[in-house]
């Protein structure tokens, strides 16, 4: 799904076709390529969209590096530089070719290429078109068409981008090889593209504004890693006016230098602070070369009067009579002019945008002097200032300084002062301002994005290889950025799989992959973060029964038990707020703002009837499955009464059976099938679902990506979770009573602590990592094997045709390679594992630290795999890890009254001992259960969603979008239609359009074009 772009809006958004609205899904409805067809049989043209229109005019068209003609060819072209994108088209062999019929190839090339294209290619090649309706053409003859038709639309004038081709080693095989290089296409690609871009440092600073890190990982604290903290700039999307617009803004800062009365212009406006001073320093610094001492201290006052302007704005001005101390950052009074106690005038904390409200805090005068006098910090947080007097809201601390003291720093400005301020711009040079620029420069990973973006508007490649006219379309791989990914990041020596799971290579892993493939990569590696605590718990479970006493031995298993539940829910929320930073770190923050919609999606399809029967069929097939596992499980359980049955009633003292003839050694080997059989149609399951699922989705008409995602992700996770958890459950809560249970003295001191359940439970846990682990390294395995294969049989077959071997190239052996098939299968999985561990603890305490080996390991495969065994993915915009959070807070309450009925029904004492009734213990599991929800509830709770810290960034960034984008100005074109979204006391008139007056309007909060109704004043 990953690989494969979307396919290009359907005809049911274009002009030319106004097909009867239906369900759409991702190929378009036969009624719509009807229409479609009778637009290209009738020769009908139409006028291009904004999206498919050209970019480049006909002087800006690349040229091509070959002719059409040796698409067709045998001729090897030298692949040299960096390529993007590759398309690998088959070349027919003569016997395996076919005639397709005039309707057929009408349709196909309607699938193909977007409504435009179409009509265009039709204008172009009237004569191959008039002959194809009329008697069709052969297949050969089709690729060879489609072949060149997408090089043409490619470098052409409405993608520019530059094309090279090469023929595979055996000739069986031609790939197209993509990229994307000219900078000015570049631009204007982006300009169309919803490609939010990263601000630059130099664009914070030439505004005046300093831009926060992020805070230090536990790894960098525990002196484990060396990655320091991050900056946060604000992410902006793309816009050359916007970007335009700042290069007017810093021009017109800096032709003011070498001019006094312009700097003191700007000085007195209280514009650009940051390189005001610069270029103020610059010109302190020639003026005292040149010996104009005069001119010198005439910079040198505008200097000083320029800082404290700047350092007022920045709250670090001494002379400030009240110091603002905001909850959960860093700020604190040292550094602010205070000395001591006898300073203070009066102090307050409370909810801010109450200050000096008594009803909303309180006088805290006395409690900043103590903490002054004693030497200690003076922050504005409840734990400080001993009491909370607006829970849950923002608060402030308020400290007013006693006037003398105001009035004796507000008169320090001597020689010292002004040392201390150049010491403080030392740092800054004027050439970086001069170089600033408000984006950052484009990542390979913008450039991916944008290509993959323009092409899935012109040209449908999931058609193509549906069609069988093209073979495979994937991301080229980079060597430079490859090999430090290889020598850190997939390790698979002892040293690389013990490595510390901290976030040291998240960021260089979202730049090569996207964020779909990092954000998977930093859950787990936070998973195996905070499984290190209960592995290391674990351990002392291994000698609990020889340390400890029975009963403290059973009260620390019920305590583990339990509290590894409230470790889930703090992980759930953890991770909820570190996804937030994530998501906000790397501009994800507003993805679901400004994706595209699915093609062919609309509201009146996604309400029709048919969609609706199909998502309801899909449910359908998921209760199907839950009731194959659990009539599965119940014939298994059956199987083994019976045997049992045998086993103790129906042997005589031979050992063999009087009626049937069996021998106890058949009995046992029936038994162990039947013992695994249930893992078995487990994985049976999952396989059988991974192909029918799919289906269904593709058909539920999903407005975007992430909501098709999403919705399959939930109907994923409760079959798995009933396939994979039943038979648990089964053998916790129902086999007691259905097979009964042998009691088990395996510590062999007669307490019978144990019985034959428990332990297939604890064997079925073990089995389970097992299989799983076995499972993700042997499919790595074949893979290899497969690949190798691929590459072998390709050589052997050029040595036979007497070809040189050294024809098969990189690119062919990465077109080999298994496409990469998105990542909810891996998430599956753990979250499956993360529910045994959360759930069956008590049983087995060590699976915690079975489950962090395996995930150490998985983790390290996973990584291996993605770069050695699969092509590289298409980068995915994402944000957060989407519905597996609500799969991870289902877990936790999950976890919670599986735990509980555990400790109740199945572990001593409560299930026999105290020899309590049914009704009793149901009685104490209803009320058992209900507590550890409101404690794991509690515990969830104490983690916000987005951290204290998170919410400065945010609002320095809002900050940052109102300074970066002050001077843009834009024309908004109007027309009759609804009302926009700001304020005015314009009208407009009955007429067509008018052009509205340059009236500043945020930029982020308006779209490219407003309308207004017609005489209304808005």
């Avoid at 620029?437 to 290509?451: G, N, P, S």
Wanted: hydrophobic content about 40%.
């Amino acid at each position: 799904g990953s690989l494969v772009p979307r396919p290009p809006p359907s005809c049911i958004s274009s002009p030319t076709c106004r097909a009867p609205a239906g369900p759409p899904c991702s190929r378009p409805s036969r009624a719509c390529v009807r229409a479609r067809a009778r637009i290209a049989m009738a020769g009908q043209a139409s006028s291009p969209h904004e999206s498919t229109a050209p970019l480049l005019g006909a002087a800006d068209e690349p040229r091509r590096v070959a002719s059409h003609k040796s698409l067709a060819g045998n001729e090897v072209f030298e692949v040299s530089g960096r390529w993007h994108y590759a398309m690998v088209f088959p070349r027919v062999i003569k016997k395996q070719d076919k005639k397709v019929p005039a309707k057929t190839l009408v349709r196909m090339l309607g699938d193909m290429f977007a409504d435009d294209m179409i009509v265009s290619w039709q204008e172009k090649e009237r004569d191959w078109w008039t002959k194809v309706k009329a008697e069709g053409c052969m297949m050969s003859e089709l690729t060879d068409q489609v072949m060149r038709k997408v090089v043409d639309i490619l470098e052409g004038t409405h993608c520019g981008f530059e094309i090279g081709w090469m023929v595979s080693g055996d000739e069986d095989e031609v790939i197209l090889l993509i990229k994307l290089t000219k900078e000015d296409t570049i631009g204007k690609i982006a300009d169309l593209s919803d490609l939010s871009m990263r601000t630059t440092l130099n664009s914070y600073r030439f505004v005046g504004i300093k831009c926060l890190k992020t805070r230090p990982t536990l790894g960098k604290r525990l002196g484990l890693t060396n990655t320091e903290p991050e900056d946060m700039p604000v992410y902006l999307k793309y816009e050359a006016t916007w970007k335009e617009s700042f290069e007017k803004m810093k021009n017109e800062a800096l032709s003011n230098q070498g001019s006094y009365m312009g700097l003191k212009a700007l000085v007195q406006s209280e514009r650009y602070p940051v390189p005001v001073i610069l270029m103020i320093r610059e010109e302190m610094d020639t003026a005292k070369v040149n010996g104009k001492t005069q001119l010198y201290n005439d910079y040198k006052a505008l200097f000083n009067e320029v800082n404290a302007v700047e350092e007022q704005a920045t709250q670090k001005n001494p002379k400030a009579r009240v110091i603002r101390l905001y909850e959960r950052t860093d700020q604190t009074l040292e550094g602010q002019g205070v000395d001591g106690p006898e300073d203070i005038q009066r102090a307050w904390y409370g909810n801010k945008g109450a200050e000096w409200n008594a009803d909303q805090g309180f006088d805290v005068t006395e409690k900043v002097k103590a903490l002054l006098k004693q030497k200690e910090k003076v922050q504005a947080s409840s734990q400080k200032m001993g009491h909370d007097p607006a829970p849950g809201k923002a608060k402030v601390l308020l400290v007013e300084l006693v006037s003398q003291v105001s009035e004796k720093l507000a008169m320090e400005d001597g020689e010292q002062k002004f040392e201390a301020r150049m010491k403080r711009w030392a740092e800054f040079k004027l050439d970086d301002l001069k170089k600033a620029t408000l984006y950052e420069d484009f990542k390979e990973v913008d450039i991916l994005r944008m290509m993959d973006d323009r092409m899935d508007r012109l040209i449908n490649v999931g058609a193509m290889m549906e069609h069988g006219l093209l073979t495979s379309y994937f991301p080229l791989h980079t060597p430079s950025a490859l090999e430090p990914l290889k020598e850190r990041w997939v390790s698979l020596k002892p040293r690389g799989i013990l490595q510390w799971p901290g976030g040291q290579h998240d960021t260089k892993v979202r730049e090569y992959f996207g964020e779909e493939v990092a954000f998977f990569f930093t859950w787990m590696n936070r998973l195996n973060l905070r499984l290190i605590l209960p592995s290391a718990f674990s351990l002392i479970f291994l000698l609990r029964w020889q340390l400890l006493t029975l009963a403290h031995a059973r009260i620390l298993e019920v305590a583990f038990s339990l509290s590894m539940c409230c470790w889930l829910a703090h992980f759930t929320a953890s991770y909820v707020q570190f996804s937030n930073n994530q998501s906000l770190k790397w501009g994800m923050n507003v993805f679901s703002k400004n994706v595209r919609e699915l093609p062919g999606w609309t509201a009146e399809a996604e309400d029709s009837v048919k969609v609706s029967f199909i998502r309801a069929m899909h449910w359908v097939v998921v209760f199907l499955f839950i009731a194959e596992a659990g009539c599965f499980a119940a014939c298994d359980s059956t199987f083994r009464a019976i045997l049992k049955g045998i086993e103790k009633d129906q042997y005589d003292a031979q050992g063999q059976d009087k009626n049937s003839g069996l021998e106890a050694s058949d009995l046992h080997i029936i038994g162990m099938v039947s013992k695994y059989s249930v893992t078995i149609n487990i994985k049976l399951s999952v396989f059988l679902w991974g192909i029918l699922s799919p289906k269904f989705a593709s058909m539920e008409c999903r407005r975007t990506e992430q909501e098709k995602k999403d919705s399959q992700v939930l109907k994923n996770f409760v079959v798995m979770s009933f396939v994979y958890y039943y038979p648990f459950i089964y053998l916790a809560f129902v086999m007691p009573h259905v097979e009964k249970c042998v009691p088990v003295d395996r510590n062999m001191d007669g307490t019978f602590e144990t019985n034959s359940c428990i332990e297939s439970i604890k064997s079925n846990l073990l089995l389970t990592f097992i299989i799983h682990l076995g499972t993700v390294v042997g499919m790595m395995c074949f893979e290899i094997a497969r690949k190798w294969w691929a590459e072998r049989s390709e050589r052997r077959r050029l040595e036979k045709s007497g070809r040189s071997s050294n024809k098969y190239t990189d690119v062919e052996d990465e077109s080999k390679r298994q496409a990469y098939e998105g990542d909810t299968a891996y998430y599956l999985e753990l979250m499956i594992q993360l529910g045994l561990v959360a759930m069956f603890s008590s049983i087995l305490p060590s699976v915690a630290l079975i489950a962090l080996a395996s995930n150490l390991i998985e983790a390290r495969v996973s990584a291996w795999k993605l770069i050695q065994v699969c092509r590289r993915p298409a980068p995915v915009g994402q944000e957060g890890i989407g519905a597996w959070v609500y799969v991870m807070q289902f877990l936790c309450c999950l976890s919670a009254v599986t735990s509980v009925g555990l400790v109740i029904f199945v572990k001593e004492p409560c299930k026999s001992e105290w020899g309590l009734a049914d009704s009793y213990k149901c009685t104490m599991f209803i009320i058992a259960e209900h507590l550890m929800l409101m404690v794991v509830f509690f515990v969830a709770s104490l983690t916000p969603p987005i951290s204290g810290h998170t919410t400065l960034i945010m609002r320095q960034h809002t900050i940052a979008r109102a300074k970066l984008l002050g001077s843009v100005r834009r024309h908004i074109d109007v027309q009759k239609g609804t009302i926009g979204p700001f304020a005015s006391d314009q009208s407009v008139s009955e007429g067509g359009w008018e052009e509205f007056p340059s009236v500043f309007v945020p930029p982020e909060l308006v779209p490219r074009t407003l309308t207004l109704t017609a005489g209304i004043q808005s």
